[in-house]
């Protein structure tokens, strides 16, 4: 079982930064709507059920330091 202070996976992060660009081009209204929907639905599964989140003490606190890690990630390009 993970614990808060495991290390977050790399495709962790890369799936939630996905999420986090699709939903930005979303949000932008533009013509491919439904393929972003799809896309963004897509991620959010993959997301929710990524094994890293196993089960049990943390889970919260691991989603919110992969979100962190992943737009701090972003941020740096």
Known sequence: ?????????RDLVVLQQDWHRTYAA???R???????????LRLSVALMWHPAW????GRGARRVEVCRQ??????RG
Do not use: H, I, W
Not at 30 to 40: K, M, S, V
Not at 54 to 57: E, L, T
């Open 30 to 40: 533009p013509r491919d709507a439904t393929r972003l929907r799809r896309r963004l």
């Open 1 to 9: 079982m993970a614990t808060p202070l495991d290390p977050v996976p």
């Open 54 to 57: 196993g089960s049990g003490c």
């Open 26 to 28: 979303l949000a932008a």
């Open 70 to 75: 992943a737009r701090r990630e972003q941020a």
